[in-house]
Nanobody, 125 residues
Framework: QVQLVESGGGLVQAGGSLRLSCAAS????????MGWFRQAPGKEREFVAA????????NYADSVKGRFTISRDNAKNTVYLQMNSLKPEDTAVYYC??????????????????WGQGTQVTVSS
């Protein structure tokens, strides 16, 4: 029902910034709550941030709160993750995901039905 494609990853120095984008096709983006997750080699996928269908509710992992900002532009069917003050431990493949509902369990990967292929973020020390 929806396809998700991430972009905007790359190599950045510690303390720098990147903005990731997740473009949705198929059903309109406003139908889905959206989340960002990340996964480093040998580690489990972990929650980063989530946003409700209209953008009025947001959740953040403690590790990124105050540094990352999730936002959406439903007219463009796009969700963003602005990442500031990047640290080497932020290095991972970042995935966007979609859910047909919003709840306080948005931090759980099992909440989401649709996933993108991921974009690599590498932070050098």
């Amino acid at each position: 029902q929806v396809q998700l494609v991430e972009s905007g990853g790359g190599l950045v120095q510690a303390g720098g910034s990147l903005r990731l984008s997740c473009a949705a096709s198929g059903r309109t983006a406003s139908s889905y709550a959206m989340g960002w997750f990340r996964q480093a080699p040998g580690k489990e996928r972990e929650f980063v941030a989530a946003i409700s269908q209209g953008g009025g509710s947001k959740n953040y992992a403690d590790s990124v709160k105050g540094r990352f900002t999730i936002s959406r532009d439903n007219a463009k069917n796009t969700v963003y993750l602005q990442m500031n003050s990047l640290k080497p431990e932020d290095t991972a493949v970042y995935y966007c995901a979609g859910s047909s509902y919003w709840s306080t369990s948005s931090y759980r990967a099992t909440t989401y039905d649709y996933w993108g292929q991921g974009t690599q973020v590498t932070v050098s020390s």
